[in-house]
């Protein structure tokens, strides 16, 4: 964390979800959020979680966002932010053109919409799959808000994933990992600058 924040990132996400490797207990994002705060913004990530997890979550971390990973109906995104009064972020998973329908209906109540790949067959996380989707898919897509892009972005495709997307902002998990869940500082840096178009001293 302590890289994305030297080097400027908007948003940090903390992973609450069992099941991932990059899970991390109510204590240590409490920490992590602590490191973030007044540098950039706290993205709390969760899967269908109900709504006592979300108080404890705001409770202890107070992040500035959910990113709804799952597959949360409108309504509870609207009880969700009347509740609690943080932004959400809501993930949708996209393969075909058919997939970007529901986003004008998320659109209504979610202040964002990120749009990830769809999870492979067997996979049991959501998200962080590191596989990407047909960005040419977002090209023409009007939506009320600008949208994030993730899933399976690196350095190495990260401009042309901006460049066909029309995205406004991007999300990278897999692509800056030297492995499963661990985080590379290297990778960090050579993503954001790819991202913002600048090249990296060495390369
Ligand atoms: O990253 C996880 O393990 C995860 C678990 C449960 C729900 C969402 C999760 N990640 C979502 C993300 O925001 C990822 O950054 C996004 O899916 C892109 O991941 P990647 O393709 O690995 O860059």
Known sequence: ????????????????FPKSPRHVSLSAAAHLADMARGKAEIVALTVNM???????????????????HGSEPVEAIAAIKVMHQVKIMKALAISELADLEQAHMYGAVADRILFDAKPPSGSELPGGNGVSFDWTL?????????????????????????????????????????????????????????ARGVTVAGE
């Not at 109900?50 to 107070?62: C, H, P, Q, T």
């Not at 009320?144 to 995205?167: D, H, R, Y």
């Open 1 to 16: 964390m302590r890289t994305a924040l030297d080097e400027g990132v908007d948003m940090v996400g903390l992973v609450f």
């Open 50 to 68: 109900d709504l006592d997890g979300l108080s404890r979550i705001k409770e202890l971390v107070r992040p500035d966002w959910f990113q709804l």
């Open 138 to 194: 977002l090209k023409d897509l009007d939506l009320a808000k600008p949208f994030m892009l993730s899933g399976g972005l690196t350095t190495e495709n990260v401009s042309e994933a901006i460049e066909q997307s029309g995205a406004a902002a991007i999300d990278v998990s897999s692509g800056v990992e030297r492995e499963k869940g661990v985080k590379d500082s290297d990778l960090i840096r050579r993503f954001v600058a790819a």
